[in-house]
C-alpha cells in the first residue's frame, strides 16, 4: 500500500493578480530615509556618489558603517541610531583626483579603513581618530581593485588587470607580489579564511582559488562547474569556517564547494530567473546558516536560511529596493542580524532588518 507523507515546508509568500500562485520571494518596496517594516535606505547627499562596498565598523544602536563612493572620488560614513536618527559624513580631503575608490575593509585594531583606488593604482588608508587619508602608489603597473585584511594584518589586493594578487605589508610598507598562474586569469574577488588560506575567484578562466602564501606560491585552482555541465564564471565570494560560498551570475545559482574534492558544488537556485545575483555574505547563529546577496540587475537583495549541520535550505526571501534601477553592488551584515546593503542606481544605503519576511508554513504532500 502506498503511503503519502505529510511533511511541513517553511517558506514566505505573496498574493499576485488576486491568485494564490506560492513563490519563493516577495516583492516589498522600500521609501528614501523610511521603513516598509523590513529595509530602510537611507539617501546619500552627495549626487552620483554611485556607492559600492560597504562594511560595518560598529553593530548598534548606533550602528556605523563605511562605504566607497567611486562616483564622489570618497569614502562615507553612516551612523544609525534609528530610522529617524542618522548621520552621513563624506571623506575626500586626501584621495588623489580620479582615484574612484572602489573596495573597502575595517582595519580594527589599527581604527582604519583601507581602500583601493583603481583609477590612480593606489592603496588607501583613512584614519578614523582624525579623518586624515594616507595614499600608497603599488608597485609598477598593478592596479587594485578587491582587498581584504588577514588576521596577522596583512592586506591582500587582487589586480586583475595584470593577473596578480598582491599582499602588502602595513608594519613595512612592503608589497609582495603572486602571479596568478593561469594566462588571463584576472584575480577579482578575494576572501581570506585565515594567515594561510587566501581565497579568489577567477572568473575569466571558470576558477576559484586557494594561495597558501606561509607555505607556497603556487594556486590550488577550483573549477566551478556542475556535473555534466561546462564550467561557468564566479561572481562574488564569501567563506564560512571552511569553505567558500560563490554567485554564479550567468547561471542564477549560488554555490559552497565540498572541500577535498575538485570538481564538486552543492548548487541553489537564485529566483527568478535572470536575476544577476553578484556580491555575497555568509553568517551563522551555530543552528542555522545564512546566504546573504544581491541581485544587482533586478534591484534585489536575497537571503538564505539552511541548516548548520547539512546546510540543506530551509528559507529563501528576498525583496526589491524601491526603485528598479537602484543596483545593489554589495551586502554586509552586522552582529545584530542586519543587513547593510549599497544602492548604486539610486544612491541609498539600505537596511534590512529581522525577521526579513513574511512567513508562514504550508502543507507539502510528498509522494514516493
Known amino acids: 500500500m502506498v503511503k503519502k507523507t505529510r511533511v511541513y515546508l517553511t517558506i514566505f509568500f505573496v498574493f499576485m493578480m488576486a491568485t494564490t500562485t506560492i513563490l519563493l520571494f516577495a516583492d516589498e518596496q522600500g521609501a528614501a530615509s523610511s521603513t516598509n517594516g523590513y529595509i530602510t535606505e537611507y539617501p546619500i547627499p552627495l549626487a552620483n556618489s554611485a556607492p559600492q562596498s560597504i562594511v560595518v565598523a560598529a553593530s548598534g544602536p548606533p550602528t556605523t558603517v563605511w562605504f566607497t563612493m567611486p562616483g564622489a572620488n570618497a569614502i562615507g560614513r553612516l551612523v544609525v541610531t534609528t530610522a529617524t536618527n542618522f548621520a552621513f559624513t563624506p571623506f575626500t580631503t586626501g584621495i588623489t583626483a580620479?582615484?574612484?575608490?572602489?573596495?573597502?575593509?575595517?582595519?580594527?585594531?589599527?581604527?582604519?579603513?583601507?581602500?583601493?583606488?583603481?583609477?590612480?593604482?593606489?592603496?588607501?588608508?583613512?584614519?578614523?581618530?582624525?579623518?586624515?587619508?594616507?595614499e600608497f602608489p603599488l608597485p609598477a603597473n598593478q592596479v587594485p581593485l578587491n582587498l581584504a585584511l588577514a588576521p596577522n594584518g596583512l592586506l591582500y589586493i587582487t589586480s586583475p588587470s595584470t593577473n596578480h594578487l598582491l599582499s602588502y605589508n602595513p608594519a613595512g610598507s612592503q608589497f609582495t607580489l603572486y602571479p596568478y598562474d593561469a594566462t588571463g586569469g584576472n584575480p577579482t574577488h578575494i576572501a581570506i579564511l585565515n594567515n594561510n588560506s587566501i581565497w579568489i575567484t577567477s572568473p575569466a578562466t571558470n576558477h576559484v582559488a586557494e594561495l597558501k602564501p606561509q607555505t607556497s606560491t603556487t594556486f590550488i585552482k577550483i573549477p566551478v562547474q556542475d556535473f555534466g555541465v561546462p564550467p561557468y564564471p564566479p561572481t562574488g565570494l564569501t567563506l564560512d569556517n571552511s569553505a567558500p560560498w560563490i554567485t554564479a551570475n550567468s547561471t542564477n545559482r549560488v554555490g559552497r564547494y565540498a572541500e577535498g574534492t575538485l570538481t564538486f558544488w552543492r548548487w541553489y537556485q537564485v529566483l527568478p530567473n535572470s536575476s544577476g545575483a553578484s556580491a555575497i555574505d555568509f553568517t551563522t547563529d551555530g543552528t542555522n546558516n545564512f546566504i546573504w546577496f544581491v541581485q544587482t540587475d533586478l534591484g534585489r537583495v536575497g537571503r538564505m536560511e539552511l541548516s548548520a549541520s547539512d546546510n540543506d535550505l530551509l528559507r529563501y526571501s528576498a525583496h526589491g529596493l524601491s526603485v528598479s534601477n537602484s543596483q545593489p553592488t554589495d551586502i554586509t551584515v552586522d552582529n545584530n542580524g542586519t543587513a547593510?546593503?549599497?544602492?548604486?542606481?539610486?544612491?541609498?544605503?539600505?537596511?534590512?532588518?529581522?525577521?526579513?519576511?513574511?512567513?508562514?508554513?504550508l502543507p507539502l504532500v510528498v509522494k514516493p
Do not use: H
Open 340 to 361: 547593510w546593503i549599497t544602492g548604486k542606481g539610486n544612491n541609498v544605503i539600505a537596511q534590512w532588518v529581522s525577521p526579513y519576511a513574511k512567513y508562514t508554513n
Open 98 to 134: 580620479g582615484s574612484t575608490p572602489y573596495d573597502l575593509v575595517y582595519d580594527a585594531g589599527n581604527n582604519a579603513i583601507w581602500f583601493t583606488e583603481p583609477g590612480t593604482a593606489r592603496l588607501g588608508r583613512l584614519n578614523i581618530g582624525t579623518g586624515a587619508i594616507t
